[in-house]
């Protein structure tokens, strides 16, 4: 058998057994998925009168519309944090031990945890989609190509996402520091253009929150559900995307490679 039917081969097994995990322990899932929700909720009916006055003044529907995209990508961002935490317990309670005595490839423990965030970021954002629709948000001048591509972007940015949740995983001691290291995927929609577009911000302010990450990603999904000017955040999100996948993926190998020794 090839090497890379090897890696196909124990990389869905892995992923199999992540995913009864999560089925098994649904209440980390649950708790993470339950802040954008109510995130959502919260800024919509407490806050979504007087939020709308930033976006030039529009009703409660157009800040719905305006919303959604930013909570969709915190939505990864929360979802993430389980990844990390899933891979911190695998590495405290010595299972990966067991794992590296037997005749499987290397890297599809690794792999499987991202395969399995990857999906649940998936599921994710498809259960605070419908929460969405549901009070209000619609997408009607989108394409089909410009929800494929919103959909791409949004498995993309999970990916990325997953791998530095890994990485942050693996850099941990114990599951609660992993959780702890991995708040800032949670915290950092929050100083982005999720709420209120950056131009409403404090001068000194702005380029913090524009530059990130995940403020050309959120920038980029409006452009593509809801027709506004997409600029250059759409190569901005690619790029930070590529460029995190990267890092987390090299980061995560190192580290993992260096606990084998």
């Not at 979504?48 to 939505?75: C, E, K, Q």
């Not at 919103?150 to 599951?175: C, E, H, K, R, Y």
């Not at 990130?212 to 809801?226: S, V």
């Amino acid at each position: 058998m090839s090497t890379l039917s090897l890696t196909v081969r124990d990389s869905s097994t892995m992923l199999r057994r992540n995913l009864l995990h999560a089925r098994r322990y649904p209440s980390l899932t649950l708790n993470l998925l339950l802040t954008p929700v109510m995130l959502l909720l919260l800024f919509v009916y407490i806050f979504g009168d007087a939020m709308s006055a930033g976006i030039g003044g529009g009703d409660r529907a157009d800040y719905i519309a305006y919303l959604v995209p930013g909570i969709l990508l915190m939505t990864i961002g929360s979802t993430t944090v389980g990844a990390a935490v899933s891979v911190t317990m695998d590495m405290s309670e010595g299972i990966i031990a067991r794992f590296r005595t037997m005749a499987i490839h290397r890297g599809s423990v690794l792999i499987g945890h991202v395969a399995g965030s990857v999906l649940q970021c998936v599921m994710s954002v498809v259960l605070v989609g419908a929460v969405g629709v549901a009070i209000g948000f619609r997408s009607t001048d989108a394409t089909a190509m410009e929800w494929l591509a919103a959909f791409g972007l949004l498995v993309l940015f999970a990916l990325a996402l997953t791998w530095i949740a890994v990485g942050m995983g693996l850099a941990s001691p114990n599951a609660e520091a992993a959780g702890n290291n991995a708040m800032p995927l949670v915290f950092l929609p929050l100083i982005s253009s999720t709420f209120v577009p950056v131009e409403s911000m404090p001068g000194w302010f702005q380029p913090i929150a524009e530059y990130q990450p995940f403020t050309p990603a959120i920038e980029t999904l409006r452009g593509l559900l809801l027709g506004t000017e997409i600029g250059h955040n759409g190569w901005l999100s690619v790029g930070w995307c590529l460029g995190l996948t990267v890092l987390g993926y090299r980061w995560s190998k190192a580290q993992f490679d260096r606990d084998a020794k």
